[in-house]
């Protein structure tokens, strides 16, 4: 008993070991090669932090109506133009504010592109400003007008 | 296509894992290498689907393996990378396609459909496996196995059915084995087949293989997983019964044939030769397998939940 609880320990670590060495090696075979190059195309990341890394600081509201949920549902970015969406959802799970930094948008935002030009769909709004750094940041809210105007006044930068 | 690419890296990294993990544990015991050859083909179509919905989400910036900068690097190759790398695949569909959907469509269960009749020295059989299997502790998973003799002269045995899986043997082998005792341990190979998982899984595993189709790493660990499938049977049987001489004995007497020969078309004599050559082959290894039995050293077990865990942790970094 006490051999075969052995040699299954045995069986175990070996089996993490080089579970171990191979991440080790994918890993350093794959920066290796490539380096830390930037990845092609949208992608989605984690949090506003690993987007910072990729696009640098994103425009975040200040404050949010009590029916919305932050953090944002989903966070796009896109490190090659530089481009970042963010996806804020209602308590219930339904998107509600969208906002981002550039015309362009992630296959998974199509539907919207439309919005950041004024044609909405029914219930959304959408408006625009310039950023501190210069750049245009793009408000999508379904909602009222007067949220859509302190969402705006209230993003950061 | 990044779905298919990711299905690609996803089944090579498995392939790699599970290749080193066979040199680096040894000997490692056929139920062992069978359960991992399942784990290998169930787990990248999970692990995609799982990324893809974004139910277990891994930001890229930490991916293990970045497939999208694989598959920039492989389209700058040009034709040179393209027109090898697509025949390949290609090859390996045909393969599927013909080897296996099709005989399987076009089957359509032959066996079910033979005349199949009570016998009383199979019944015999069964019940006393049943005894030595309630002895090892095994014999709840086979205590509902019914057996039939099967009215065909090709030397058959097989575990039969999905939801009431029945043994089969047929009147052609029957008359080709020697003994009771090497009866007993064909019937003890095919109810261990159950006792491994049985026809269900099989199938299940074989659904999970087919999405990978197009993947030659797939292909070579679903023909592992055939091989691993009755070495772990024979593993089993052997420790049902205890006699892994009659079971060696049994396996030359089954394939010790080129059994019918009245089929003459080029087709068919080529397609039969094909068989009965890696039915040689697998023959040879088992019987090999089962001599050696007595005196090599006690294979060494791995937790599967381990080898899930594992495997999974380090897909789910392929992206």
Redesign the interface.
Known sequence: MGQIVFRRLRAGLAALLWTMALVGGLYALDRSLWGERPIAGWQLVSSLDDAAKHVGPIHAPALLPQRFAWPPKQIWVNAETQGWWLEVAARDGVPVLLISGQLASPPAMKAMTGCLRGDCPPEWRSRSRLGQNGKRVFVLVRGTELELERILRGLGH | MIVFSTLLFQGL?AA??LA??RF??RPMAPLTWMLLLLVVIVLPPICVFLSFV?IL?V???W????I???Q??AYSLGWFFAIPFGVLLLGTTGIFVAQELLPTLLSSDRLARKLREVDARLDESLARINVLAEGKGVGKRIAHLKIYRLNSQQPLAALHGLMRPVVLVSDGLLRRLKNDAELDAVVAHEAAHLIAGGNRTFVLVWIFRSVQAFNPLTLVAWRSLILARELAADQLAVEITGQPLDLASALLQRYGSNGDKSDFSFIARTRREITRRAQVSTTRLRVGELLGQGHRA?P????LL??VL??G??LL??R
């Open positions: 990294v790699l894992w080193g993990l680096t544990i974004g989400p930001p890229e910036t991916a293990l393996l970045r999208s900068l694989w920039d690097a006690l060494v077990p791995v937790s381990l080898a594992l495997l942790g380090i970094w392929v």
